[in-house]
């Protein structure tokens, strides 16, 4: 996604990590993609990834993704909430583990709705934002970095939870439905059914 919206050149190839060939192996042993390999040096974390290929893919030649304003860590603890919710099986704890969960979608939505400081420079009055993404009308770092997590959330949370992230959300709706109009965004997510055999083996339904 990243390299995509930075307009740089690159070839696609799916592996099957249950059955890697030993030099991609042998490349990173232990960890899981994406990782890098630049000049024989491998980086592992997703953050420095982020940040190389920002430093490497910078102006004139490419765009800028980075943030302007405290983008980056909204709705960061979307995801942990969503692991523990999907992973009970226990139907007792399922209400408060859904609750936890869904505030953290709240959480988001209030960002996402909250004027950021160029749209209160262009209106002082403005009491609602009608921005696109998480820092203004253009994708940065911060959203190639939730939107593919919101993906997963939104197809394992309705597969194994019959849930579906409320319309009454409105700033997370419109996100969400402003992303999906990318071609960055929507031909980078795995298909549903890639996404649901990997959480096959790790979300539980609720014991009857």
């Not at 990834?49 to 910078?58: M, T």
Request: hydrophobic letters at 35%; a neutral charge; one cysteine or more.
């Amino acid at each position: 996604m990243i390299l995509w919206l930075k307009g740089a050149n690159f070839t696609l190839t799916t592996v099957d990590m249950k059955r890697a060939p030993d030099v991609l192996k042998a490349l990173a042993p232990g960890s899981q993609p994406p990782f890098l390999l630049y000049n024989d040096e491998v980086r592992t974390d997703t953050n420095k990834i982020e940040e190389f290929l920002e430093e490497k893919l910078a102006p004139p030649q490419y765009p800028k993704l980075c943030c302007r304003y405290k983008s980056n860590g909204a709705g960061e603890d979307i995801f942990r909430n969503f692991s523990g919710y999907i992973k009970n099986p226990i139907p007792g704890l399922n209400d408060r583990l859904e609750k936890k969960f869904l505030s953290t979608l709240v959480k988001l939505n209030m960002y996402l709705e909250t004027p950021v400081p160029h749209e209160l420079d262009q209106n002082p009055n403005a009491t609602e934002s009608s921005r696109l993404y998480l820092d203004g009308d253009t994708l940065t770092l911060a959203d190639c970095n939730l939107l593919p997590k919101l993906n997963i959330v939104k197809v394992v949370c309705n597969q194994y939870r019959d849930f579906v992230i409320p319309k009454e959300l409105k700033g997370l709706k419109r996100y969400l439905d402003n992303a999906y109009k990318q071609d960055e965004f929507r031909y980078t997510c795995p298909n549903d059914s890639e996404i649901l055999n990997a959480y096959q083996s790790v979300a539980k339904y609720l014991n009857k």
